[in-house]
């Protein structure tokens, strides 16, 4: 098992690789097995002890096709993006320039494009993934729905705390104009849904309550900073100031660990010490992604009197 982890890199082996090295290919599966070593897939094992998730497979994956760049979802992941809808199970995403084959799977979905230059890829946590501001170019180029669009955009033009990671702000604002401005499938759409971005946005949930505030004719100011009686500064997530009113969109899961969602709680007295507030209202993730309609009503209620 010494003399074949040795041939290993990252935790992968690949066939080619051992049987260049004088391993015979006709036993070397079951050897392989019986040392422990795990299939990642045709052609690739992960060493023993080795958990295979879905960054060993695409370091697999990239060993077995050079070509191959991570991109859309799963550079997402890498770059600490967040994606509504996104899941644990999505398909591995890359992009690869021509000549490449095409595929398109349960496991793995490969983008065939002639606009790919080394310019818009570069090395992240150990592989070769579109950059971030071609990562949210083809994001929201490939989006379904407005939500979906300007919630990536929205987290990478924003400095906040993802998977438990504080981290910069990963593009400007220019830098997305200027990649949507080739004349490429999508693109006239994605800059319509570029407009609608704010970099103070701290929350997908944050996003899609600013969306409906803005369907409902409203343009509150996001994350503005006030400071309470004692003068400690607070930034509500929404402030209508003319009426005093401020909303909060709460929720543990996209501010990134119980200990942040306590946090926001614990805050809820000291905000309505600041003299701007007359009013606080507060809303959970799961009421602004399932009945958005309940929480506009809400807050129109607020607003009237």
Do not use: K
């Not at 929205?154 to 593009?171: F, I, K, P, T, W």
């Amino acid at each position: 098992m010494y003399e074949l982890a040795i041939l290993a890199r990252g935790g992968v082996l690949l066939t080619a690789w051992a049987v260049a090295a004088g391993r015979p290919p006709g036993r070397l599966a079951g050897r392989l097995r019986r040392d422990g070593w795990q299939r990642i897939c045709r052609g690739a094992w992960a060493a023993p002890g080795r958990e295979v998730d879905w960054r060993l497979r695409a370091t697999a994956l990239q060993f077995l096709r050079p070509e191959l760049v991570c991109s859309h979802g799963t550079a997402a992941r890498l770059h600490r993006i967040e994606r509504l809808g996104a899941d644990a199970g999505d398909p591995l995403e890359f992009t690869a320039p021509p000549p490449t084959r095409s595929a398109r799977g349960e496991d793995i979905r490969v983008h065939g494009t002639t606009f790919l230059t080394p310019r818009d890829w570069s090395n992240r946590r150990g592989l070769r993934t579109t950059t971030p501001a071609r990562t949210v170019g083809d994001l929201i180029r490939a989006s379904g729905t407005r939500e979906e669009a300007v919630v990536a955009a929205d987290s990478a033009l924003a400095r906040r705390a993802v998977e438990g990671v504080r981290r910069e702000a990963l593009v400007r604002y220019e830098d997305l104009a200027a990649e949507l401005a080739a004349p490429r499938r999508g693109a006239a759409r994605a800059r319509t849904w570029l407009r609608l971005t704010e970099p103070a946005s701290g929350s997908p949930a944050e996003t899609v309550a600013r969306l409906r505030m803005r369907d409902a004719g409203w343009l509150p100011e996001s994350q503005p900073t006030l400071l309470t009686a004692a003068g400690r500064p607070l930034r509500p997530d929404f402030l209508f100031r003319a009426a005093g009113l401020a909303v909060e969109i709460e929720g543990h899961a996209f501010h990134g660990t119980r200990r942040a969602h306590e946090r926001d709680v614990a805050r809820f007295n000291a905000l309505q010490s600041c003299p701007e507030i007359r009013r606080v209202l507060r809303f959970t993730a799961r009421e602004v992604f399932r009945h958005p309609d309940r929480m506009t009503a809400t807050i129109r209620a607020a607003l009237s009197l």
